[in-house]
């Protein structure tokens, strides 16, 4: 007789190192009762150190592994075609001296910026300003806030794209890199529109 | 005084649009993986908009070492320099640059011409270009 099976993804799972993804964390089902247990005990995937911390699994492969299980399976998909399962190494710790760093930088970046609109944009004023403020002397070339100011110039655009020529800070895509993925969709998504013919139909063509 | 709080309203309202429009504070979360502390970021960006808007208005002195002023000018050109490259992405300056001229796998010597030549020009300007 035939089973019938729904299988919706999930979107997203978190897994420790080493640990091994059964059907019942990656997906929800539906199924005949008498074999539901079996089913969501079926091994996926054991994540290894080689994975690095994405993992994407296709639907395709849950099917594969249920025709495996059982010739008599037929399976229905809804919602998602994969799912993303995020390595995390360990527990997920905030470190405070980042977040004390990001809120200082956070702190004074707006700070900077808005004394820069008070001032009608113009930088040089407000780092003499700056100055003046900190140390309470006058100096017109303040070379000890401006130069390293200079040289967060490009070092927070290098944190900003995360990528210091070829070495990545951390696993996660830059900006960039999701920038050009969705110019690459847009373009796709208008040559697939206006090469196909029958896409769309005007009246003058009936 | 009304006038003066609804310009400051205005204002206050348009630079939080900016920074959002922008993202750069989910950016560094997601960097530094602190998602939960979200709502101090959006406090620390509050108070240094005030803290600045009042240093600018009442010219405090408070007579400290110049030594501070370089972790200051870091955090500074830091945001700065988000800001610069939270703009052009917005703008699609690279995708489009990349593709045009097919250099879709050196996109990163690109950027790294895009990050020099700002410091460059940013110390160019302070130490020589002022005082000329």
């Known amino acids: 007789m035939d089973h019938l099976v729904y299988i919706r993804m999930r979107h997203r799972l978190q897994v420790k190192p080493h640990e091994t993804v059964f059907l019942k964390d990656v997906a929800q089902i539906i199924s005949d009762e008498t074999i539901y247990e079996k089913l969501r005990q079926i091994p996926v995937h ?3 150190d080689k994975d690095r911390n994405i993992i994407v699994i296709d639907v395709m492969k849950i099917i594969r592994l249920l025709a495996a299980f059982d010739q008599t399976i037929e399976v229905q998909t809804i919602g998602p075609p994969q799912i993303i399962i995020e390595v995390i190494a360990k527990g997920k710790k905030i470190s405070m001296p980042m977040f004390m760093l990001i809120w200082f930088l956070l702190f004074f970046g707006a700070a900077l910026t ?3 609109f008070h001032e009608d944009v113009s930088m040089q004023e407000v780092q003499q300003k700056i100055y003046t403020i900190i140390t309470g002397e006058v100096d017109s070339k303040p070379l000890i806030f401006q130069i ?3 040289l967060g110039l490009g070092l927070g655009m290098i944190i900003f794209f995360n990528h210091v020529f070829k070495k990545r800070l951390n696993e996660e895509p830059s900006p960039l890199e999701v920038e050009m993925f969705n110019y690459q969709l847009d373009l796709d998504s208008y040559v697939s529109m206006n090469e196909n013919k029958e896409s769309m139909k005007n009246i ?3 | 005084m009304f006038i003066g709080l ?3 309203i205005a204002v206050g309202a348009g630079f939080v649009a900016f920074l959002s429009v922008l993202g750069i504070i989910p950016r560094l979360t997601q960097l530094t993986k602190t998602m939960k502390m979200i709502h101090y970021y959006e406090w620390a960006a509050v108070l240094g908009v005030i803290g600045g808007a009042m240093a600018a208005l009442w010219n405090p002195v408070f007579s400290i070492s110049p030594f501070v ?3 200051i000018g870091l ?3 830091t945001f700065v320099g988000m800001l610069a490259a939270a703009l052009t992405e917005v703008l699609n300056v690279f995708p489009i640059l990349a593709k045009r001229i097919g250099v879709d796998g050196q996109i990163t010597y690109l950027l790294m011409a895009f ?5 460059f020009g940013s110390l160019f300007q302070w130490i020589y270009f002022v005082s000329k």
């Open chain 1, 46 to 48: 054991s994540v290894t």
């Open chain 1, 114 to 116: 808005i004394m820069n």
């Open chain 1, 148 to 150: 390293p100011y200079s």
């Open chain 1, 204 to 206: 003058d063509d009936r």
């Open chain 2, 6 to 8: 609804a310009s400051g």
């Open chain 2, 69 to 71: 002023l370089i972790p």
């Open chain 2, 75 to 77: 955090a500074c050109g």
């Open chain 2, 115 to 119: 990050v020099f030549g700002k410091v």
